[in-house]
C-alpha cells in the first residue's frame, strides 16, 4: 500500500536494514553485559548508554545519507578519501593509543580528548576511492601493471595504518582490496600472483613449504604467461621474500614478534601475551551449548576476560549465551553479508556495486579476524567486532556503512522483488 | 570494469560460497570448542574461579580413665592469603606487616607454605589472637585475598603434668611429607610429635572439610560464602586411656621443681598405665602454634634435660630393686627357698677375687633369704648370684623381659641394657678384658644393667600378681599378659610376703602409711660423679594388689626417698579409688 509522496523511497531493503539492527541491539545487550562485573572501577557499567547514544546518532546519519544519491556518494569519493589521508597523517601528530593497542597511535587526539580514529573513516573512503577507480576500469584487466592505480589508492592509507603501526586494520584494507579486485573481475591467477610475495614472506619459515608454494607459483605463471618482466619480477620478488623474511623477522617489534608466536600456541606464555587468548577460549568453551546466562559469565565477571567490551566482546556472547548465542549471532551476519551480496549483484551501476561489495567484505574481514581471534584461529590484530565493539566512531562507521548499502540497494535493479522478499 | 550482468552473478555465486564456506568453518570451530570439548573449558574455568580453602577440624579429644580431658580443642583463629604466585604473596605480607606484627621468620614460613601447597592459602598465622584478627578484620578490603576463619587449636588442661605422654601437634614438615606414612597429608596440616599424639596420630587426626570461595583475576575474594556447598570438618572419635589425670598431676605436684627422676604406675592385673610422668617436665602447651625459639632454645640448654623422657628413655642401675629377679630365677631354679641361708654369713664384704662390699658395713649376719629381701643383704646376693652362674642369670634375666622395651603404645621407648649371653662381654671388653666375677655385681642389679623406670614396673606387675607380666599400655584395650615367673604360688607369696616386710620393718619402714599395707624394694645405685639414685618398685595392697609404682629420683640419696614418694601416690590414688567405691556403694 503505497503512500502519496514515498514512492521512491518505499523501497528499504527491510532484511538488509531489520538484520544490522538486530546486530546492533544484540551487540548493545553485549556491551550492557560487559559492564556488568564483580570487579570494582572498570568505569564499564554505563557504557551500553553511551553506545546506544551514539546507535541513535548514527540512526540520524542513515536516514540523512539515505535521502542522497549514488551519484553524490560517488562525487564524495575524492573529498573524502582525501580528508581522511590527512586525517591519517594527523595521527602522527597528534596521536595517542587506546585499550590493548595503547603503543599504537590511532586515535586522533586534540587536547587529550580523543576525536576518533581516522583509520575508520579511512576504511570507508579507501572503498569508494577504490570502486570508482575500478568503476572507470572499462577494459578488462590482463596483467599486473594495470593495477598500479587502484593499488596505489589502497597503498597511501595502508602504509599510513602500518606506520602507527596497525597490523589489524591493515589486514582489512587488504582485505577490501582483493575483494574489490575480485568483484572487479580481475581473473584469479592474477590476484594469487599479486599475493605470492605476501604468502612466499609468510611461508618462508618453513624451506619445505615455500619451496612448494614456489613450484605452484612458476607452474601458475608458466601457464598464465604474463608479460616476461612481470613473471620475471614475480617470481625474483617471491625468492627475495623467501630470503627476507627472517631479516624481517629481526626487525619486527617484540611484541609483534611475540604476538605471532603466541598465536601459534598461546601456551608459550600462558600468564603474559598468551593469556588473553586462553581465557578468551575458556570463557566460550565454559559456555556449552546454552551458556551460562545473560550477564553471568563467571570469566568475564571475575575479570579472567580481557577487553570485554571491545575486542574479546565475542567471547562474552559464547560464555553467557553458549553455542546458541553464537549460532544466532554468525547467522546474523552471515544474513547480512549475503544480503549485501545481493545489493551488490544487483546494483545499477559498478561504481555502487563495487561498493557494496567492498563495504560487505570490510565487515567480513573484521568478523573473521575479530571472532577467529577469540578461538585463537587468528592472531589476536585487536581490531573490533562490527556492531558489538564498544566504540562511537566504529559504530557510527559502520551504520555510514549502512547507509550506503541501503541507498545502493534503493536504486539498484528488480527493487520489486526486493519489496516482495 | 566488466559489468555485464552474467559475470556478476558468476561472481556473486562464488563470494556465497565462499562467505557459507567461511561461516560453516567458523560455526564448527564454536561447535568443537563449545559442544565438544566443553567439560575441559568449564573445569578450567571453575579452576579460575574456585579456591578451595581447607577447613581445619578439631583433633581428637583424650580422656584420661575417669573421663577427665587430657588434651581437647579450644578456638583459635588462623590467619591465611591466597596468592596467584610468590611475588604477588611477598608484596601482600609487606602490606600485611604495616597493619599487624609479622617478623621475618613468620614471612619465610608463609612463603614456604605456600610453595609447599600453592592452591591452598598460604598460612601466615596458625593462633592468631584475638587483637590480630579484629585489626584485620576491620581492614579486610585492604588485603584482597585474605582468609580469616576459626581453627581449632590444641589444649592440655595439664600441660606440665602430662607432658611425658602426650606429646604435642605440630606442622607437618617437608620431610615427614616424602615419607610414605604421611601420604595424604598436605603442607600446612598438623601432625602429632611424640607421646599419644604421635602415636595414635591416625585415630586423633582432625578430618579437614573445605569450603570453596570465589575469587577474581587477581585472586580477589568476591564471594566467600554458598558458592558450593561446604564440607564440614569431622571430629575422630574421642582417645579413651587408663590413664589416672588426678595421679598424674600428684605426681607433678610432688615432684615440684626440686626434684629429677620419673615415676610409671601401672595397674597390675591389666598393665593400664595409671601415670606416667618425668621431671622436671614443661608446659606442652607452648608447644602448640609453633615452638616459640627462645623457649625451646632454653628447653634443649636447661642441664636437667626437661624433655628427656626419663619414664621411657631414662635408663639406669636398677640396684636393689633387681634383686628380686635374682631371688626368683634362684627359687626358680630350686636353688633356694624363702628360709635358705647362705654358707657364708654377711660380715659387710665378700671375697671373690676381690673384695665385693656391703652396702651395711656392720654386715648382716646369717640371714635368710626373707630376711635378705628385706635388709637387701648384698652378700646374700652375692652368694646366690655364684650359684646360679653367669649363663643362668644372663639367660633369666632375658627370660624375665630386661632386655626388651616393654612395647608400650607411646613412642620413642628405649631399649634396656640387659646382656643377652657372655658373647656380650666379650665383645664389649675383648675376650680376656672380663671375669666371672661380674656375676656378683650383676646379681645386686648393678654392672651392665640399666633399667628404665617402665620396664623395672613391669616386672613388679609379675611380682604381684600370679607371675604373669603385665603389658603396659595407655590407650584403654583388652590386658596382654605373659607369664615370666614359674613359681608355685606359694612360693611367690613367700617373695610378696618378704616385700611387703620390706616397708613394714626394712629398708623403707619410714615410708609406711598408716592403714595400708605396701610392698615393695628399695634401691640406690651409684652413679659416677654424682650423688646416688634412689629407687623404689612396689606394689599396693600388698594382699590385693591394686597399684604398682616404679620411681626413681636422681641424686635422691637413698631409696627410702623414693619409697616414700611412692608410697604416697599409692595412697592418693588407693584413697581416691575408695572414696568412689564408697559413693557408688551408697
Redesign the interface.
Given at each position: 500500500m503505497a503512500r502519496p509522496g514515498l514512492v521512491r523511497r518505499q523501497s528499504i531493503d527491510i532484511p538488509l536494514l531489520g538484520t544490522a539492527l538486530l546486530l546492533t541491539i544484540f551487540g548493545i545487550a553485549m556491551v550492557f553485559s560487559a559492564g556488568q562485573t564483580?570487579?570494582p572501577d572498570k568505569g564499564l557499567v554505563g557504557l551500553w548508554q553511551r553506545q546506544l547514544a551514539f546507535f541513535v546518532v548514527a540512526l540520524g546519519a542513515t536516514w540523512v545519507i539515505t535521502r542522497g544519491t549514488v551519484r553524490l556518494i560517488e562525487w564524495s569519493a575524492w573529498p573524502i578519501y582525501v580528508l581522511s589521508i590527512v586525517l591519517l597523517l594527523a595521527t602522527f601528530a597528534f596521536g595517542s593509543g587506546a585499550g590493548t593497542a595503547s603503543s599504537m597511535k590511532g586515535w586522533l587526539t586534540i587536547g587529550g580528548r580523543r576525536i576518533g580514529q581516522p583509520s575508520e573513516l579511512a576504511k570507508l573512503a579507501t572503498t569508494l576511492m577504490l570502486a570508482r577507480m575500478?568503476?572507470m576500469?572499462r577494459e578488462?584487466i590482463r596483467s599486473l601493471v594495470e593495477l598500479w592505480k587502484p593499488l596505489m589508492v589502497v597503498g597511501v592509507p595502508w602504509l599510513l595504518v602500518m606506520a602507527q603501526p596497525d597490523l589489524g586494520t591493515g589486514i582489512v584494507f587488504i582485505g577490501i582490496c582483493f575483494a574489490m579486485l575480485?568483484?572487479?573481475?580481475v581473473p584469479w591467477q592474477l590476484l594469487v600472483m599479486l599475493a605470492s610475495p605476501g604468502v612466499s614472506l609468510i611461508l618462508a619459515f618453513s624451506t619445505g613449504v615455500w619451496g612448494a608454494w614456489f613450484l605452484i607459483l612458476v607452474a601458475l605463471v608458466l601457464w598464465y604467461r604474463p608479460y616476461l618482466v612481470e613473471g620475471v619480477v614475480l617470481v625474483v620478488a617471491n625468492v627475495v621474500m623467501g630470503v627476507v623474511a627472517p631479516l624481517l623477522w629481526d626487525k619486527l617489534k617484540p611484541y609483534q614478534q611475540q604476538r605471532f608466536l603466541v598465536f601459534l600456541d598461546p601456551n608459550i606464555d600462558a600468564k603474559g601475551s598468551g593469556y588473553n587468548v586462553i581465557?578468551s577460549?575458556?570463557?566460550?568453551?565454559?559456555?556449552?551449548?546454552f551458556g551460562k546466562g545473560f550477564t553471568l559469565g563467571?570469566?568475564k565477571?571475575?575479570?579472567?576476560l580481557p577487553e570485554q567490551q571491545t575486542d574479546f566482546i565475542f567471547s562474552v556472547v559464547?560464555e553467557e549465551l553458549?553455542?546458541v548465542g553464537?549460532?544466532v549471532a554468525?547467522a546474523l551476519?552471515?544474513a547480512l553479508?549475503?544480503r549485501s551480496?545481493?545489493v551488490?549483484?544487483r546494483a545499477a551501476?559498478?561504481f555502487p556495486?563495487?561498493v557494496a561489495?567492498g563495504l560487505m567484505s570490510a565487515w567480513?574481514v573484521h568478523v573473521?579476524v575479530n571472532?577467529?581471534m577469540t578461538?585463537n584461529?587468528m592472531p589476536v590484530t585487536g581490531i573490533p567486532l562490527p556492531f558489538f565493539s564498544y566504540g562511537g566512531s566504529f559504530l557510527l562507521v559502520s551504520w555510514l556503512a549502512v547507509a550506503v548499502l541501503l541507498r545502493i540497494s534503493a536504486e539498484g535493479r528488480g527493487q520489486a522483488d526486493a519489496l516482495g522478499l | 570494469?566488466?559489468?555485464h550482468p552474467n559475470?556478476?552473478?558468476r561472481?556473486?555465486l562464488?563470494?556465497?560460497g565462499l562467505?557459507?564456506a567461511?561461516?560453516t568453518l567458523?560455526?564448527g570451530?564454536?561447535?568443537r570448542?563449545?559442544?565438544l570439548?566443553?567439560e575441559?573449558?568449564?573445569l578450567?574455568?571453575?579452576s579460575?574461579?574456585l579456591r578451595e580453602v581447607p577447613l581445619p577440624g578439631a583433633r581428637g579429644i583424650i580422656y584420661d580413665r575417669n573421663g577427665q580431658i587430657i588434651a581437647e580443642n579450644l578456638p583459635g583463629y588462623s590467619v591465611s592469603l591466597l596468592s596467584p604466585s610468590v611475588d604477588s604473596l611477598k608484596s601482600a605480607l609487606r602490606s600485611l606487616a604495616q597493619v599487624v606484627e609479622i617478623d621475618s621468620a613468620q614471612q619465610a614460613l608463609a612463603l614456604r607454605r605456600f610453595r609447599a601447597a600453592r592452591t591452598r592459602p598460604a598460612v601466615i598465622f596458625n593462633d592468631a589472637s584475638f587483637q590480630v584478627v579484629s585489626v584485620l578484620e576491620e581492614r579486610r578490603a585492604e588485603f584482597p585475598g585474605l582468609i580469616i576463619q576459626s581453627a581449632p587449636k590444641r589444649y592440655y588442661p595439664d600441660g606440665p603434668a602430662v607432658a611425658a605422654l602426650v606429646g604435642y601437634t605440630g606442622e607437618v614438615s617437608d620431610d615427614d611429607l616424602s615419607k610414605e606414612r604421611y601420604a595424604g597429608y598436605k603442607a600446612g596440616q598438623l601432625v602429632g610429635r611424640g607421646g599419644l599424639e604421635q602415636q595414635y596420630e591416625k585415630a586423633l587426626r582432625a578430618r579437614e572439610g573445605s569450603r570453596f570461595v570465589?575469587?577474581?583475576?587477581?585472586n580477589?575474594v568476591?564471594?566467600d560464602a554458598g558458592v558450593r556447598p561446604e564440607i564440614q570438618p569431622e571430629a575422630p572419635p574421642p582417645l579413651r586411656t587408663t590413664i589416672d589425670l588426678d595421679l598424674q598431676r600428684y605426681a607433678h605436684e610432688y615432684f615440684g621443681d626440686s626434684l629429677r627422676g620419673a615415676v610409671v604406675a601401672l595397674e597390675p592385673q591389666t598393665g593400664g598405665v595409671l601415670a606416667l610422668y618425668s621431671a622436671p617436665s614443661y608446659d606442652i602447651n607452648k608447644f602448640t602454634g609453633g615452638i616459640a625459639p627462645a623457649f625451646f632454645k632454653s628447653l634443649l640448654d636447661d642441664p636437667h634435660r626437661p624433655m628427656f623422657n626419663r619414664a621411657l628413655a631414662g635408663t639406669y642401675a636398677p640396684a636393689s630393686t633387681w634383686k628380686l629377679a635374682t631371688a626368683v630365677l634362684g627359687m626358680e631354679m630350686g636353688l633356694v627357698n624363702i628360709d635358705t641361708r647362705m654358707p657364708q654369713p654377711c660380715t659387710g664384704h665378700y671375697y671373690y677375687g676381690r673384695v665385693f662390699k656391703c652396702w651395711d658395713k656392720k654386715g648382716h649376719g646369717d640371714i635368710t633369704l626373707a630376711q635378705a629381701i628385706a635388709k637387701s643383704c648384698d652378700v646374700y646376693f652375692y652368694q646366690l648370684g655364684l650359684r646360679i652362674g653367669l649363663t643362668n642369670l644372663l639367660a633369666g634375666g632375658v627370660k624375665l623381659g630386661f632386655g626388651d622395651r616393654t612395647s608400650i603404645d607411646l613412642p620413642s621407648e628405649r631399649r634396656p641394657t640387659w646382656p643377652a649371653s657372655t658373647a656380650y662381654f666379650d665383645r664389649t671388653y675383648g675376650a680376656r678384658g672380663w671375669n666371672k666375677s661380674v656375676v656378683l655385681s650383676l646379681s645386686i642389679g648393678q654392672a651392665n644393667n640399666a633399667q628404665t623406670p617402665l620396664s623395672m614396673a613391669r616386672f613388679y606387675t609379675a611380682l604381684a600378681t600370679d607371675g604373669k607380666a603385665a603389658t603396659p599400655h595407655i590407650v584403654a584395650r583388652a590386658p596382654e599378659r605373659k607369664q615370666i615367673i614359674e613359681l608355685k604360688p606359694a612360693q611367690l607369696r613367700d617373695i610378696q610376703m618378704a616385700l611387703a616386710d620390706v616397708v613394714s620393718r626394712g629398708t623403707a619402714a619410714g615410708a609406711q602409711i598408716q592403714g595400708l599395707t605396701i610392698a615393695g624394694k628399695t634401691g640406690t645405685a651409684q652413679v659416677n660423679g654424682q650423688q646416688d639414685n634412689a629407687w623404689f618398685v612396689g606394689y599396693a595392697p600388698a594382699d590385693a594388689p591394686k597399684i604398682v609404682v616404679a620411681i626413681i629420683i636422681e641424686e635422691g640419696l637413698h631409696g627410702s626417698v623414693a619409697a616414700k614418694v611412692a608410697t604416697k601416690l599409692m595412697e592418693r590414688y588407693l584413697k581416691a579409688k575408695l572414696t568412689m567405691t564408697a559413693v557408688t556403694n551408697d
Open positions: 564483580d570487579v575500478l568503476a576500469q578488462r575480485f568483484w572487479a573481475g581465557q577460549q575458556v570463557a566460550i568453551g565454559s559456555g556449552g551449548l563467571s570469566q565477571r571475575l575479570n579472567f559464547g553458549g553455542f553464537v549460532f554468525l551476519f552471515l553479508f549475503l551480496t545481493r551488490a549483484a551501476d559498478a556495486s563495487l561489495f567480513f573473521m571472532v577467529g578461538l584461529l | 570494469m566488466s559489468y559475470s556478476v552473478r561472481r556473486a562464488v563470494a556465497r562467505l557459507v567461511a561461516f567458523l560455526g570451530a564454536f561447535f570448542a563449545q559442544v570439548r566443553n575441559e573449558f568449564v578450567k574455568s571453575e579460575n574461579r570465589e575469587v577474581d583475576a587477581r580477589r568476591v564471594r
